[in-house]
Every structure is written in structure tokens, then in C-alpha cells.
């Protein structure tokens, strides 16, 4: 079965960095894009950053654009949400996800979350 496990999240000082991990096991890796979504408190879940399935593109929100890096290795099964400069405003839950599209239907695989925690 599909899964994805995150891992990195922390507490942090503004301005300061953080490193996200994301494992995934269960589906070809290499095949799918992958993403990462936040949800601070009392807000939706927010896409922050998107990777397509070879690596070759990447897309941000712009509220993280010039600040966040994601990136993926293939043959670890890993993504990877590299954070500088952080802000108060980047405090949440940071999630790691990728869409399937079994027999044409389509299948959203989220895992579990990792906290981030931006203050002084």
C-alpha cells in the first residue's frame, strides 16, 4: 500500500532553516509527482511546492518562492522541502502528497504531517 511518512519538522527561529523529509513506499516513486502541502491552524491546506515525477520541474507558491527548494531522489524514494529564511507566517503542518490515477480514477496519498513551528 501506499505510504508517506515526513519527517524534519521542528521548532525554529525566524530566519532560520529547515530541512522536510518525505518517504514514500508501496508505488513506483519515479512515476508520480510529488508535493508538499501546509494547514496552519484554523486555515485549508495550502499547496506549497510541486515536483513533477522525473525532477525536471518544480513549481512553489509565492508566498515561499525564492525561500523553499524542493527537490526528490529517485532512487531513495525521498522528497525533500528545503526551508530558508523562515517566517512565523510558515508555522504548520507540512504534508507530503502525491496524486495516482488508477484505471482513470484519480487517488490523492497524503502522509501523516510533521509541524513546523516558526518563533522567536
Known amino acids: 500500500q501506499v505510504q508517506l511518512a515526513e519527517s524534519g519538522g521542528g521548532l525554529v527561529q525566524p530566519g532560520g532553516s529547515l530541512r522536510l523529509s518525505c518517504a514514500a513506499s508501496g508505488f513506483t516513486f519515479s512515476n508520480l509527482a510529488m508535493s508538499w502541502y501546509r494547514q496552519a491552524p484554523g486555515k485549508g491546506r495550502e499547496l506549497v511546492a510541486l515536483?513533477?515525477?522525473?525532477?525536471?520541474?518544480?513549481n512553489y507558491t509565492d508566498d515561499v518562492k525564492g525561500r523553499f527548494t524542493i527537490s526528490r531522489d529517485n532512487v531513495k524514494n525521498m522528497v525533500y522541502l528545503q526551508m530558508n529564511s523562515l517566517k512565523p507566517e510558515d508555522t504548520a503542518a507540512y504534508y507530503c502528497?502525491?496524486?495516482?490515477?488508477?484505471?482513470?480514477?484519480?487517488?490523492?496519498?497524503w502522509g501523516r504531517g510533521t509541524q513546523v513551528t516558526v518563533s522567536s
Open positions: 502528497m502525491t496524486r495516482a490515477r488508477p484505471y482513470g480514477y484519480v487517488a490523492d496519498y
Open positions: 515536483i513533477t515525477s522525473t525532477g525536471n520541474t518544480t
